[in-house]
């Protein structure tokens, strides 16, 4: 059975940071296209990050530069790390796996707040 389990969310404050794990079962997530998306409170779902499978990472410009995408095939889990965080980054954070069939966790609350 496939299943993704985001965790690692929680308050923190401006200017700090968090890293976000994604644990996978049922499937290897080498071998699949996995990305986090966020949503926010009356917004659209959106993309932030991705990792191929050959490794290449893809960010989107809002986080580029402060966010960072890494896999540990080994543990078969994804993260995101997150460094000078905002209030703008307040979100559910949610994992993807896609490659034919695609696959969602049900997402970790982050909140950036003083």
């Known amino acids: 059975q496939v299943q993704l389990v985001e965790s690692g969310g929680g308050l923190v404050q401006p200017g700090g940071s968090l890293r976000l794990s994604c644990a996978a079962s049922?499937?290897?997530?080498?071998?699949?296209?996995m990305s986090w998306y966020r949503q926010a409170p009356g917004k659209e779902r959106e993309w932030v990050a991705g990792?191929?499978?050959?490794?290449?990472?893809y960010y989107d410009d809002s986080v580029k530069g402060r966010f960072a995408i890494s896999r540990d095939n080994a543990k078969n889990t994804v993260y995101l790390q997150m460094n000078s965080l905002n209030p703008e980054d307040t979100a559910v954070y949610l994992c993807?796996?896609?490659?034919?069939?695609?696959?969602w966790g049900k997402g970790t609350q982050v909140t950036v707040s003083s």
């Open positions: 049922g499937f290897t997530v080498s071998t699949y296209a």
């Open positions: 990792i191929f499978s050959d490794g290449r990472t």
């Open positions: 993807r796996a896609y490659r034919v069939n695609q696959y």
